[in-house]
């Protein structure tokens, strides 16, 4: 299996927008709901946010969504915060297998 | 609140086995309904899983390392283990061990908790 494939870096100011894409295959993210999105401050352990596409854990902001179309999945953080900082990986679970994504660096400015 | 946390060496030899114990508390891995799964991050790098365990004994491997993991559980104790035999540089990383859960699909399909992470680092 292949890695996802994510924007290496994006970058947003506070208050804004910003949304992070991870493609992959019809085997993977466009062929099942079970992609989950995890963020990652440094030196600390990844941390869900999203699972099943669109699914948030209790206790994570509403700030925080997730969507899908066709082969790749989005997550959208709305209202930056400066704690919003952090490396953000996508993942997709299939065939009892799981594939994570590259990871893109966000930078709030 | 479920807490998993790693334990074993920080330095492993080329050629020997890297050795590793998670131990989770909060929750019993013998009451099932969950995966215990372990997951790598090389310096600098992204996430790389490696394998996962059922309480009663089954487990599955990334193909890319099959032929060098074996995962076991010691439900008794509470804990699961990670082997990874003929370790190279390569094998330096972040070593995570994680519950996998279920949502609305009910299908084992997330990783919800997650340990702090060990340091490994293969060297001579």
């Known amino acids: 299996q292949s890695a996802l494939t994510q924007p290496a870096s994006v970058s947003g100011s506070p208050g804004q927008s910003i949304t992070i894409s991870c493609t992959g295959t019809s085997s993977d993210v466009g062929g099942y709901n079970y992609v989950s999105w995890y963020q990652q401050h440094p030196g600390k352990a990844p941390k869900l946010m999203i699972y099943e596409v669109s699914n948030r854990p209790s206790g994570v902001s509403n700030r925080f969504s997730g969507s899908k179309s066709g082969n790749t999945a989005s997550l959208t953080i709305s209202g930056l915060q400066a704690e919003d900082e952090a490396d953000y990986y996508c993942?997709?679970?299939?065939?009892?297998?799981?594939?994570f994504g590259g990871g893109t660096k966000l930078t709030v400015l | 609140q479920v807490q998993l946390q790693e334990s074993g060496p920080g330095l492993v030899k080329p050629s020997q086995t890297l050795s590793l114990t998670c131990t989770v508390s909060g929750g019993s891995i013998s009451s099932g309904g969950y995966y215990w799964s372990w997951i790598r991050q090389h310096p600098g790098k992204g996430l790389e899983w490696i394998g996962y365990?059922?309480?009663?004994?089954?487990?599955y491997y990334n193909p890319s390392l099959k032929s060098r993991v074996t995962i076991s559980v010691d439900t008794s104790k509470n804990q699961f283990s990670l082997k990874l035999s003929s370790v190279t540089a390569a094998d330096t990383a972040v070593y995570y061990c994680a519950r996998v859960g279920s949502g609305y699909y009910f299908s084992l399909n997330y990783f919800d908790y997650w340990g702090q992470g060990t340091l490994v680092t293969v060297s001579s």
């Open positions: 993942s997709s679970y299939t065939s009892s297998a799981w594939v």
């Open positions: 365990i059922y309480y009663s004994g089954s487990t």
